[in-house]
């Protein structure tokens, strides 16, 4: 398999970041990230991140950016971001009219709008998952409502799969079903518990997720992490060596996948002993 570089939403250290942005993008950096997906831009203009970006040898992968802001002022982001060298900007939640089908069914159709708009300037709309989006409606989940009513052309997939498996979904078969539409995926970890751990120390199939990350056409692995069992940059920095520690067990290992995630598990039990 090739092997997928590594992004962290920056979400993910949000209390460092409201106090030096700069450096929090440094640190990711030094931490060996190889690129960042924004929620927010920490007060610079385009050119000063542009800069920060260069100088630290970090990527711009994605933005996160409110569907407010996509509907209101989208010509702005639509210009900071192609500044900046973003060339993906990603809906991180709904706005839904009613909570129903039909009010997936009319974001959807929305967001097929804004999409064109976006395309229009070379970029790409994608749009991230919670857990809430395995609600079913009549049997189906929102989130495949949505999916189905957008148009791959338009809007993509960023998969969350640490919220799929909260939805208690199978995170490799749901990749599997969007073969192609995912080329951003967000990385997060739980216990079947439901507690959210450090990445690679609970019960998602991270080597399942490796393993069948180039069939489905995924570019980038996005490590998030919301809750911590330690200091939030501590924590991301574990979850990325966990991570880099399956990617080189299956690209040099027979061992199946089902074999690396047991071996990571029993690593981040210790850890958290």
């Known amino acids: ?126 749009y991230h ?4 989006e395995f609600t079913r ?21 960023e998969l969350d799969l640490g919220w799929v498996y909260q939805g208690k979904v199978d995170p490799v078969t749901y990749m599997q079903q969007y073969a192609n539409r995912c080329p951003l995926v967000h990385i997060k970890d739980f216990l079947s518990s439901g507690d959210q751990v450090e990445v690679g120390t609970g019960d998602v199939d991270l080597a399942g997720i490796v393993r069948t990350s180039d069939s489905v056409g995924v570019e980038w692995f996005i490590i998030e992490t919301e809750k911590y069992t330690m200091a939030p940059i501590d924590s991301v920095r574990v979850g990325l060596e966990n991570l880099k520690r399956v990617i080189n067990s299956i690209c040099h290992s027979p061992k199946s996948a089902h074999e690396v995630s047991h071996s990571l598990q029993e690593l981040g039990r210790r850890d958290r002993i």
């Open 129 to 132: 998952n919670h857990s809430m």
């Open 137 to 157: 409606y009549n049997d189906e989940y929102a989130l495949n409502i949505f999916f189905a009513e957008t148009n791959p052309k338009l809007v993509f997939a």
């Open 1 to 126: 398999m090739s092997r997928k570089p590594i992004a962290l939403q920056l979400y993910s250290l949000r209390e460092d970041a409201s106090q030096d942005f700069v450096g929090v993008l440094e640190r990711v950096a030094d931490l060996g990230y190889q690129g960042v997906e924004f929620a927010g831009y920490g007060g610079l203009t385009a050119r000063e991140l542009k800069s920060r970006l260069d100088t630290f040898g970090l990527l711009p992968v994605g933005a996160h950016v409110g569907f407010d802001a996509l509907t209101n002022d989208l010509d702005q982001q639509i210009a900071f971001n192609q500044e900046i060298g973003n060339s993906r900007l990603v809906c991180p939640s709904p706005s839904l009219e009613s909570n129903d089908r039909q009010g997936w069914v009319r974001f959807a159709q929305k967001m097929n709008t804004i999409g064109e708009k976006v395309s229009a300037h070379g970029m790409q709309l994608g």
